[in-house]
């Protein structure tokens, strides 16, 4: 799954990423009046002024965690495909905790939260990773099947059992004032949970390159029938690759909650399942390029949204700037000869 | 009863069947849902637009196969993670029919049209009169008797000609392939391909159905037709019987909705989560069986 091949692999990042340009290039005479004004905002949107910055670094700082998700998940050598399930369940674990102890103090409270969170992702995608150990059931479709069927459970409860009837938005009740995140550039939504979440990356790299769990995991991943001959217990390694990898998409969920969304709205975290495989790829499944790499995506879809925010497309764009990347990411543009199994 | 499932069945059983034959080359097609999308929705706009149910059709497989056929050249000829191209390939799906629908027609939600041809009803003589199972032969659309005309073809190309030989040892073993002379990748464009043309007939039989396009109107279809591949032991009578098993399952599911006891947006996860609890089961029953699954 690593490339060893550099010459093509940035190549291939490169197209993809190139090709998404070239599209929403192409998109945009058709979206709008005045062209050029809006390609203009389209590349400098996220630097026109605080609060687009923030929220486009408040952004990258999510996408960072859903790519670390996809990340351990494709070094274990598992795939990982309810990743928007994980998100949207541990986004609603951390706001139904939070709204159960409103007197809490901040940080009894926002530990709490963060531990539904993770508790919740890493569950639902363990269960995926226990099938496939037990019974050997395909954790790529198992984990999207209970993804998916969560998904639609939550946008139920949210729009009935659980709703907000103050709220025109079909939403929970909001969290509590202490629990939200500190703010760290006013009038965006950027958050103390970015700082967090350097430092998860750091802990990741140090995770997967340093300590000896780490390094069972990607000789696991490589190679199985290697790693087992090398006395590593592989069979474990279905289960933990895929539970970690929940539990960083949980903590997606958690952290949009306490920093950004402050209640489980109906379709929140759309996409940021398949944003952390795009990412994880785009970043060649290392934690250090992870944040490069989400800080690229997220300014292709930020500039987008800006750029057309009057016109009628602006969900849609981010679903098909998903696919362009996806299409041409793990494409090998130089002939080359390739191991099987390879990414 | 019977009669409804027969209808239900048809959208799953056509488009796992064309599944089967890129199953069987070694291709895990995640992409039948996209697909699936695609061709729902070029039938519904060209039938629609134009009256002509034929027209619809032909649209419908040829819009779907050429993604597949495109699809399938790209990931292979470029060595792209085949997983991540068909997850595009669904993204793309979702996002280009929600476009395409604003552009044409002016709204994201459902697309209805003025005039939108009608399916004709069929019973075929004798079999209707059969006791117990006459509803399934009487006053069904044509493409029920279709789907299940497909099942013998497909029987037939897959076990019986040189080109299903080729395609199970595409999958099963690949040097013995190389060894006659035969491209794996060149078979497996042609099992991708053959997935599209069936999920473009698939998803043209939904639209048709409803008669008008509705957004994500497959909601979980391709998955279901994925795992009914796997349910039905990879052949094409277990994937007919697995097909009626999920109808029946979504007819039930429908029955709880009129009923009045289950909200109509819970409804939307049954599917999911019954073939969920479908693949759980069968693998703990095929592991007991000693089986192996592929990977």
């Not at chain 2, 039938?43 to 050429?66: C, D, E, N, Q, R």
């Not at chain 2, 796997?230 to 052949?235: Q, S, V």
Request: aromatic residues 12%; proline residues 4%.
């Amino acid at each position: 799954m690593h490339s060893t091949r550099p010459a093509s692999t940035f190549l291939s990042i490169g197209v993809a990423i190139l090709a998404a340009l070239l599209l929403l290039a192409a998109m945009v005479p058709f979206i709008s009046e005045t062209p050029l004004n809006t390609l203009r905002q389209f590349l400098t949107g996220p630097f026109s002024n605080r609060f687009y910055f923030g929220n486009y670094l408040n952004r990258t700082g999510l996408y960072i965690l859903a790519g670390l998700a996809m990340v351990i998940s494709f070094q274990g050598g598992m795939f990982n495909l309810g990743g928007e399930g994980q998100v949207y369940g541990g986004a609603l674990a951390t706001t139904l905790v939070l709204l159960m102890v409103p007197r809490f103090g901040a940080l009894p409270g926002i530990l709490l939260g963060t531990a539904a969170g993770i508790f919740t992702g890493a569950v639902m995608s363990g269960l995926s990773g226990f099938f496939k150990m037990k019974w050997n059931t395909d954790e790529l479709i198992s984990s999207f099947l209970l993804s998916s069927s969560i998904v639609y459970t939550i946008d139920y409860l949210v729009s009935g059992p659980l709703r907000d009837t103050q709220r025109f938005l079909l939403s929970t009740p909001e969290i509590a004032e202490q629990f939200r995140f500190p703010v760290l550039l006013n009038p965006s939504h950027l958050n103390a949970g970015f700082l967090v979440t350097l430092l998860l990356v750091v802990l990741a790299q140090r995770f997967l390159y340093h300590t000896s769990a780490g390094y069972e995991l990607r000789i696991t991943g490589l190679n199985r029938e290697f790693a087992k001959y090398g006395g590593i217990p592989v069979r474990r390694y279905y289960l933990i690759p895929m539970a970690l990898s929940g539990a960083f998409y949980g903590l997606t969920g958690s952290f949009y909650i306490m920093g950004t969304g402050y209640a489980t709205i109906q379709g929140c975290t759309f996409g940021m399942g398949w944003n952390g495989i795009a990412i994880a790829l785009i970043a060649r499944t290392s934690p250090w390029l992870v944040p490069p790499a989400a800080l690229v995506f997220a300014f292709l879809e930020y500039g987008a949204e800006t750029a057309i925010m009057h016109s009628d497309f602006s969900s849609e764009f981010g679903t098909i700037l998903q696919a362009v990347v996806l299409f041409f990411v793990t494409a090998r543009f130089v002939k080359l000869r390739t191991k099987k199994g390879e990414l | 009863m019977l009669s409804a499932i027969a209808g239900i069945m048809t959208p799953f059983l056509i488009a796992a069947l064309g599944g089967l034959f890129t199953e069987r080359a070694g291709v895990l097609n995640i992409a039948l849902e996209g697909q699936m999308l695609i061709g729902a929705f070029t039938a519904a706009a060209v039938a629609g637009t134009t009256g002509s149910i034929l027209g619809g059709l032909t649209a419908a497989v040829f819009a779907s196969g050429l993604t597949a056929y495109i699809f399938a050249a790209l990931s292979l000829r470029l060595k792209a993670n085949i997983f991540i191209t068909a997850l595009a390939v669904n993204l793309f799906a979702m996002g280009g029919t929600q476009i395409a629908s604003q552009l044409f027609f002016r709204t994201k939600g459902v697309v209805r049209f003025a005039e939108f041809p009608g399916l004709a009803k069929v019973s075929l003589p004798l079999l209707s009169q059969l006791p117990l199972v006459g509803d399934l032969f009487s006053g069904q659309s044509i493409f029920v008797y279709i789907g299940w005309l497909l099942v013998p073809c497909a029987a037939w190309l897959l076990f019986r000609t040189p080109f299903g030989l080729h395609v199970r040892a595409a999958g099963y073993n690949e040097t013995a392939l190389y060894a006659r002379g035969v491209s794996s990748r060149s078979i497996r464009e042609k099992a991708i391909t053959i997935s599209g043309i069936a999920c473009g007939l698939s998803g043209a039989v939904l639209a048709f159905n409803l008669g008008a396009f509705v957004p994500n109107i497959t909601s979980g279809r391709g998955w279901i037709a994925l795992v009914a591949i796997f349910l039905g032991y990879k052949r094409p009578g277990g994937i007919l019987l697995v097909s009626f098993l999920f109808a029946g399952a979504e007819l039930i599911a429908q029955g709880a909705q009129g009923a009045g006891n289950v909200p109509s947006s819970l409804l939307l996860a049954f599917p999911f989560f019954i073939t969920f609890v479908g693949m759980i089961i069968f693998s703990i029953v095929s592991g007991a069986l000693g089986r192996t699954q592929r990977r």
